[in-house]
């Protein structure tokens, strides 16, 4: 199986920060990274597809980048609607895996 | 826009099969290139890729489940399907069900979930 590392598991930042998130594969997975977003009692939202490609209808303050094997989400400008927690996923090669994901707290 | 919703027991003994449904709205499970997915959610853990399945029958497990798993189609009721036989404690856990989208895989379309607790 491919294994996903994101980094860090948790952190803490204000309404206005960039945040970035990182996410390891342990293999080369070309550019097959999405990120989701769930917010507590709520099922994943897909923010990112393709490493780089935003979803339709989300803002563009996310963004997604690669790096070989190191995929990064950035969230430029920090907004109160974007505490939740965040994961990486593959789907370069099944078993699909995500990554254990981060969650951003409020300062 | 597409829907999902799942649907099935909130209870399941031990040992018994863990049987749930997935209802598409909004769009039709025999849409070509969509393959139709489940995942779970252990309590306070991450997200865990149980297997997909394409409306043609062609599905693809977890090996991890895979001894226990089937996931079936019914195009007539527009409706995917899961069941994991033997179950125990450790299947306990939310069940999404979600629409693998046509670019790169991703999940693009969530059902709400469903948590399945197995129990005596």
């Known amino acids: 199986d491919i294994q996903m590392t994101q980094s860090p598991s948790s952190l803490s930042a204000s309404v206005g920060d960039r945040v970035t998130i990182t996410c390891r594969a342990s293999?080369?997975?070309?550019?097959?990274l999405n990120w989701y977003q769930q917010k507590p009692g709520q099922a994943p939202k897909l923010l990112i597809y393709?490493?780089?490609s935003l979803q339709s209808g989300v803002p563009s303050r996310f963004s997604g980048s690669e790096s070989g094997t190191d995929f990064t989400l950035t969230i430029r400008s920090l907004q109160p609607e974007d505490f939740a927690t965040y994961y990486c996923q593959q789907s370069y090669r099944t078993p699909l895996t995500f990554g254990g994901g981060t969650k951003v707290e409020i300062k | 826009q597409v829907q999902l919703q799942e649907s099935g027991p909130g209870l399941v003994k031990p040992s018994q099969i863990l049987s749930l449904t997935c209802t598409v709205s909004?769009?039709?499970?025999?849409?070509?290139?969509?393959?139709w997915s489940w995942i779970r959610q252990h309590p306070g853990k991450g997200l865990e890729w149980i297997g997909y399945?394409?409306?043609?029958?062609?599905?693809y497990y977890n090996p991890s489940l895979k001894s226990r798993l089937t996931i079936s189609v019914d195009s007539s009721k527009n409706q995917f399907s899961l069941k994991l036989s033997s179950a125990t404690a450790a299947d306990t856990a939310v069940y999404y069900c979600a629409r693998v989208g046509d670019k790169e895989l991703e999940l693009d379309y969530w059902g709400q979930g469903t948590l399945v607790t197995v129990s005596s």
């Open positions: 393709a490493a780089s």
């Open positions: 909004g769009g039709s499970i025999t849409s070509g290139a969509y393959y």
């Open positions: 293999q080369t997975i070309s550019s097959f």
């Open positions: 399945i394409h409306y043609s029958g062609n599905t």
